[in-house]
T-cell receptor, first 115, second 112 residues
């Protein structure tokens, strides 16, 4: 079956702009988690959505937001971009909540560069 | 082991040797632990997991050991192959939070 699909794969934005990233989970998976990956901080948890509801949230400012649709597809949005937001944004899907199942299936990520 | 700061710890092993990657976790209440492998340009991939009621679990060529007393997790890879070259992350669930926290990762390089 198809894996987790993230779009776009690469994008370049300038400071102050906003960006929306999309994630299509594996068919049948109800949970989508988002992570930010940078060389200095590793994988940092952003938030998790399950059945259209945000179930967990990491320590990121309110500029980072997300949502999940009824078909389990998810989007995350970052407003008022800062240089430090440059990172690889990874989406992962799982059948149940991430912390209970652990077997997350990751997409290949969206690499955001902020100039 | 886990890294602090900008540099990933690196483990270099000869092809065919066994590899041991270590991880110190932080939350004594965590009851579920997972190892992931991330190859260059790809997202992390699930390798093996273990719950806190176990101290050892084996998969195909991989074994995870859990020592709750010292909050230590290790991943052993038998007969390491070039395709095992990647960054390896441990993750814990911080019991009750249903949120996975990832370690900083260890880069494994296999010398042919």
């Amino acid at each position: 079956k198809a894996g987790v699909t993230q779009t776009p794969r690469y994008l370049i934005k300038t400071r102050g702009q906003q960006v929306t990233l999309s994630c299509s989970p594996i068919s049948g998976h109800r949970s989508v988690s988002w992570y930010q990956q940078t060389p200095g901080q590793g994988l940092q948890f952003l938030f998790e959505y399950f059945s259209e509801t945000q179930r967990n949230k990491g320590n990121f400012p309110g500029r980072f937001s997300g949502r999940q649709f009824s078909n389990s597809r998810s989007e995350m949005n970052v407003s008022t971009l800062e240089l430090g937001d440059s990172a690889l944004y990874l989406c992962a899907s799982s059948f149940g909540l991430a912390g209970s199942t652990g077997e997350l299936f990751f997409g290949e990520g969206s690499r955001l560069t902020v100039l | 082991g886990e890294s602090v700061g900008l540099h990933l710890p690196t483990l270099s092993v000869q092809e065919g040797d066994n590899s041991i990657i270590n991880c110190a976790y932080s939350n004594s209440a965590s009851d579920y632990f997972i190892w992931y492998k991330q190859e260059s340009g790809k997202g992390p991939q699930f390798i093996i997991d273990i719950r806190s009621n176990m101290d050892k679990r084996q998969g195909q060529r991989v074994t995870v050991l859990l020592n709750k007393t010292v909050k230590h997790l290790s991943l052993q890879i038998a007969a390491t192959q070039p395709g095992d070259s990647a960054v390896y992350f441990c993750a814990e669930n911080g019991a009750g939070s249903y949120q996975l926290t990832f370690g900083k990762g260890t880069k494994l390089s296999v010398i042919p």
